[in-house]
C-alpha cells in the first residue's frame, strides 16, 4: 500500500474517532513484547507457589468430599427429622462449601459393607453454611434400606460423608424471573425453606409464591416457621396450602386449596405470563404438574425442576421391553485392573446392581443429571428412562451410559471410570469422570 494512500487512510480513521499511532510506532510496540514480557519476569518472586490459589479455592467450592459430624437432630413431623450437620475438623474439613439455595448435597453411607448414597436438598441457607451448619431434612419411608438405617443409627456426633452441592435448581437473574413459583410436595418442600431463609437473611433478592401439596395435615414440614415468614415478608413470600385426601388443619392461614395442583389452582396464584416455575416434590408429582404446567403453556425455559429422582419400577413405563420383566443378568465390570462379574436384576438400575456388589461407583443425583456416573458400555443392552436420560449425544454414539438411570435388558459388560475403587467410606475423585 502506497504512502499517500495509507496516509489518507489514516485521515479518514482519525476523522471518525479511531487514534492511529502509524506503521512504525505499531512495529517498535511488537517488537517491544519479548523484552517487555523478559522485564516482568524478572521481577517476579522466585518462591515457588506450592499449589495455585485457583486450585485452593476451586476446592472450597466444589470440594469432592465433605466430612461431617451430626451437630443437633430436630423432629420436624411423626415422620420427619431434620439433621444438622457441621464440618469435621478433625477429618480435614474445616468449612462447609458454600452453595446457592436449592441446591444438594449427596450423602454416602456404609451399610453392612455396602456403599449407598442419596442426594438431599440442603434445607439450610447459603449463609447459614457460612455460619457454620448445613440442614438436610429426611423423611421416614416405610421399608426405605437408607432412611431407616439413619433413623436407627444416626445420632449427636456420627459422621457423616457427603459430596459438595449439585444441582440445577436456584435462581439465576440473569435466566429467571423476579418471581418464583415454589410447587412443593411432601419433602419437596426443603429447597424452598432454603431459599425464604435466604430472603430473610437479606441475600436473595426474588418474590417466592410457595404453593405446598399436602397429603396429611399433621405431617406438614416447617409449617410454624414457614407461617412465620409470610407474616414477616408479606410483599415478598405468601404460601398456598393444598390439601389432597385429608380435611385441611384448622390453624392453617388462608388462602387454602383442596385437591391437587391443578393448572387452575397454579393461575389463580401466579402468573403464568411471566412467572418462573420451581418444582420439587415425589416422582409421581413431577409427571402431573408438568402436564398442568403444559396447559397454562408456560414456556420450558421458565421451568425448573430437582433432580427426577430414581426410577424405582421402570415396567411402569411403556417402551420398557417386556421380555426383560422379572429377569436376572450378569455385569462384568472392569475396575481398574481388576474384573468381576455380579448378578443385576432387570428391574433394579445398574447403578444399584453394582453397589450390591460391593462396589463403589462414583454417583451424586442418581437421577442421570450430574454425569458422574458416567460409564464406558462396552457391550450388552440397556433401557434408559426417558425421564431421566441425561446423556448428551456424543455419549449415546460412543458408547456411554449412566448407571443411574440405565436397566439391564441383557448381559452387560461395562468399564468403571478411573480411581473408582472399592472403598465404601469415601468418594472417588471424579473430578474429570464427566468429560
Known amino acids: 500500500m502506497s504512502t499517500q494512500r495509507g496516509s489518507k487512510i489514516t485521515s479518514i480513521m482519525e476523522r471518525l474517532g479511531f487514534h492511529v499511532k502509524g506503521n512504525i510506532q505499531d512495529l517498535v510496540a511488537f517488537l517491544m513484547l519479548v523484552p517487555k514480557r523478559k522485564y516482568f519476569l524478572r521481577r517476579l518472586s522466585v518462591q515457588n507457589i506450592e499449589e495455585p490459589y485457583i486450585n485452593i479455592l476451586s476446592d472450597k467450592l466444589h470440594p469432592v468430599i465433605q466430612n461431617l459430624k451430626i451437630a443437633e437432630i430436630i423432629n420436624e413431623t411423626k415422620t420427619t427429622r431434620t439433621y444438622r450437620l457441621m464440618a469435621d475438623k478433625a477429618k480435614g474439613t474445616q468449612a462447609l462449601a458454600y452453595f446457592r439455595a436449592g441446591q444438594y448435597i449427596s450423602i454416602k453411607e456404609r451399610i453392612n459393607d455396602h456403599a449407598v448414597s442419596r442426594p438431599y436438598s440442603i434445607a439450610s441457607s447459603p449463609q447459614d453454611a457460612l455460619d457454620g451448619f448445613y440442614d438436610i431434612t429426611i423423611k421416614r419411608l416405610e421399608g426405605g434400606f437408607l432412611t431407616t438405617h439413619i433413623w436407627e443409627t444416626w445420632k449427636a456426633g456420627y459422621p457423616v460423608s457427603a459430596s459438595g452441592p449439585y444441582g440445577l435448581m436456584y435462581h439465576e437473574p440473569l435466566r429467571d424471573s423476579g418471581t418464583v413459583v415454589g410447587l412443593a410436595g411432601g419433602s419437596g418442600i426443603t429447597p424452598f425453606r432454603s431459599m425464604v431463609r435466604e430472603m430473610a437473611a437479606g441475600k436473595l433478592n426474588i418474590k417466592l409464591k410457595l404453593i405446598y401439596g399436602c397429603s396429611d395435615g399433621q405431617d406438614i414440614i416447617f409449617f410454624d416457621e414457614l407461617n412465620k415468614y409470610a407474616r414477616e415478608m408479606p410483599d415478598r413470600f405468601r404460601i398456598v396450602y393444598v390439601f389432597s385426601g385429608c380435611l385441611p388443619r ?186
Open 250 to 435: 384448622k390453624d392453617c392461614p388462608d388462602p387454602i386449596e383442596e385437591g391437587f395442583i391443578t393448572a387452575d389452582i397454579i393461575n389463580r396464584h401466579s402468573d403464568p405470563s411471566k412467572d418462573s416455575y420451581f418444582i420439587c416434590g415425589p416422582a409421581v408429582m413431577y409427571d402431573f404438574v408438568a402436564g398442568e404446567l403444559e396447559k397454562l403453556s408456560i414456556p420450558r425455559k421458565r421451568i425448573r425442576m430437582e433432580a427426577y429422582g430414581e426410577i424405582k419400577n421402570p415396567t411402569l413405563f411403556k417402551d420398557y421391553p417386556y421380555e426383560a420383566q422379572g429377569k436376572t443378568f450378569t455385569i462384568k465390570v472392569h475396575d481398574g485392573k481388576d474384573t468381576i462379574t455380579i448378578p443385576a436384576l432387570a428391574s433394579e438400575s445398574v447403578l444399584v446392581a453394582l453397589e450390591r456388589g460391593k462396589l463403589s461407583p462414583p454417583s451424586v443425583c442418581r437421577s442421570g443429571e450430574c454425569q458422574f456416573c458416567r460409564t464406558r458400555l462396552i457391550s450388552g443392552k440397556i433401557w434408559v428412562s426417558p425421564k431421566n436420560d441425561g446423556r448428551r449425544q456424543a455419549d449415546k454414539l460412543f458408547g456411554y451410559m449412566h448407571p443411574c438411570a440405565s436397566f439391564p435388558v441383557s448381559d452387560l459388560e461395562l468399564a468403571l471410570p478411573l480411581n473408582t475403587g472399592r472403598s465404601c467410606n469415601k468418594y472417588s475423585d471424579t473430578r474429570s469422570t464427566p468429560g
